[in-house]
């Protein structure tokens, strides 16, 4: 099976500042899908952004940009000028473009510092 | 809105109950699927649904079952329940379009067994 690694637990940020959770996975797919997904306090799992393997571009939401790195199998969110409303968890998603489960992370808890 | 449906959003049950949780999918998405998340926990595959088929299984207890109607909605049904099921209950869809989607999060079903 698939395995996503998130080795950040906790990460905190000044507002306005740029922030960025790293991610890894392991696979020997070669086509696949990964995400991003933001859990605020409500709880509520809100997708953050989504990055296809086979483009090279990386994805771009407004403040939230990826650094895909496919052969290192790395996938990293910026968040740029931070919010308040940015604190959450996120968790990094896996998922094969063969339309299996969705392997998720273990979640890094942003805070941010007014 | 994420146009996933959990029903209901709030159940506090006794040890040895049986409850069953309600999800309905975005329209038209084929998959769905069940996660656990315990509190400040990540998130627990369950159950995936694909088109009324199970599609994949996670870790889910013999206590715990689910199924997809033919209107592609799903129910989990969880018995003998016990003080550690006590938990924030996901369902997420997918797979409109093409598999290999992102999936779309309910609000959550929250359980509270005393």
């Known amino acids: 099976a698939q395995t996503v690694t998130q080795s950040q637990p906790e990460m905190s940020v000044q507002e306005a500042e740029t922030v960025t959770l790293s991610c890894t996975y392991d696979t020997s797919e070669s086509d696949y899908y990964l995400f991003w997904y933001k859990q605020p306090p409500s709880r509520q799992m809100i997708l953050v952004i989504r990055?296809?393997?086979?483009?090279?571009q990386n994805a771009t939401e407004n403040r939230f940009s990826v650094n895909f790195q496919k052969a290192a199998k790395s996938f990293s969110l910026k968040i740029s000028d931070s919010q308040l409303g940015d604190a959450a968890m996120y968790f990094c998603?896996?998922?094969?473009?063969?339309?299996?489960?969705?392997?998720f992370g273990t979640g890094t808890s942003l805070t941010v510092i007014p | 809105d994420s146009g996933v449906t959990q029903t209901p959003k709030h159940l506090i049950t006794a040890t040895g109950q049986r409850v069953t949780l309600r999800c309905s999918p975005r329209s038209g998405d084929l998959s769905v699927y069940w996660y656990q998340q315990s509190l400040d926990q990540g998130l627990q595959f369950l159950i995936q649904?694909?088109?009324?088929?199970?599609?994949a299984k996670g870790n889910i207890l013999e206590r715990f079952s689910a199924q997809q109607f033919p209107d592609l909605h799903s129910e989990l049904n969880l018995s003998s329940l016990e003080l550690g099921d006590s938990a924030l209950y996901f369902c997420?869809?997918?797979?409109?379009?093409?598999?290999?989607?992102?999936?779309?999060f309910g609000q959550g079903t929250r359980l509270t067994v005393v």
């Open positions: 649904y694909y088109n009324g088929e199970e599609r």
């Open positions: 990055q296809e393997a086979y483009k090279q």
């Open positions: 997420a869809s997918s797979d409109r379009d093409r598999e290999g989607t992102e999936a779309f």
């Open positions: 998603a896996y998922r094969s473009a063969i339309g299996n489960q969705f392997y």
